[in-house]
């Protein structure tokens, strides 16, 4: 019977070792995949920002050449958009206050 019970600790031995390794394994893999997602988190808003930006210079353009559509005179058409991208700039300075 002594010898059964000393089979018992050592297989129990075995497995508790394995579910240690396992458990050291998955916190392992955990970590990875928190790194991973903090990383595609980063990537997103680094994409919504140049999204955002690329969209305003849309914008821009596209006012742009309304305005010269509008007006024969091209010197006053582009002082109006540096105003109106001044005005712009400056709202977004305020917004990131």
């Given at each position: ?27 392992a893999e955990n970590a990875d995949l928190k790194n991973q997602t903090e990383k595609q988190k980063i ?55």
């Open positions: 019977m002594e010898v059964e019970q000393k089979d018992i600790v050592v297989t129990l031995k075995d497995k508790v070792k394995k579910l240690l390794s396992l458990y050291n394994d998955l916190k990537t997103i808003k680094n994409k919504e920002t140049e999204l955002d930006f690329l969209k305003n210079k849309y914008n821009k353009l596209k006012l742009a050449k309304s305005l010269l559509a509008s007006t024969g005179d091209s010197h006053d058409a582009k002082i109006k958009i540096n105003g109106i991208v001044r005005e712009i700039d400056k709202c977004i300075a305020l917004l990131n206050r």
